[in-house]
């Protein structure tokens, strides 16, 4: 069975209908406690595909840290310059500014379910979530795909994004090797890694998740 590890931060002090408040005080047994998802995986490996049928199916809330820092910019927020920069350069954003637009979504949803997709992407990323907002993930989710794969599928999805160009994938993929395997390591070594063959129809690689699903998530 996979463990629950909800680690207690004193800092901590989110508002008192939270799930987060609720994993903290461990209160009432019909409340529910946080159920965290990590969705990792290179660039278009197929992490936001696959998220939208594990929702379809198992009713998890689904928050992309790219799309929120995407929503960031368009809303012209203080750090939107800031952002669009750092997304244009595949480089990653300041841990405190992610994390805090994940909290944020975390603390203010009905659901307990959730699927962090794209985050955290490097080690820094990792311990400053698990420290601001004192849980670890249930479950990591590692989409694997070849490279060649991943910038095929890339330079063919049209959603307009400044990043999707070769220059930007070369050195998204660099930064992902770099700083996104050493927190796939870590949870890997923790038991909590799952890895999914990322090649393939988007059906054939959900049949491998359902099973984890199916398993772990009442
Ligand atoms: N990004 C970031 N921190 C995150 C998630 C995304 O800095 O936690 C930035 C980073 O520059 C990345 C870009 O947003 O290259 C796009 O991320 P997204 O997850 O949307 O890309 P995908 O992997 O889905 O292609
Ligand atoms: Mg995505």
Redesign the pocket.
Known sequence: MWRRVVSLYPLLSPSKSSVLHRAKSGIASNEKTPFIVFVL?????G??TQCAKIVETFGFRHL????L??KEISSNNENGVM?LD??K?????PSEV?VKLIQKEIESSDNYKFLI?????SEE?RIAFEKILGVEPNIVLFYDCPEDEMVRR?LSRNEG?V??NVD?IKK?LK?FAALNLPVIKHYTVRGKVCKINAVGAVDEVFEQVRPIFTLMVK
């Not at 995986?41 to 490996?45: E, K």
């Not at 992309?64 to 799309?67: E, F, H, K, R, T």
């Not at 997709?117 to 992407?121: E, K, L, V």
């Open positions: 995986g290179g660039p278009g490996s992490k936001g992309s840290a790219g799309d820092l995407r952002i750092t997304i350069e595949g480089k990653i954003v992610t997709d794209g985050f955290p992407r990323n890339v994004r990043d999707d930007t998204r930064v």
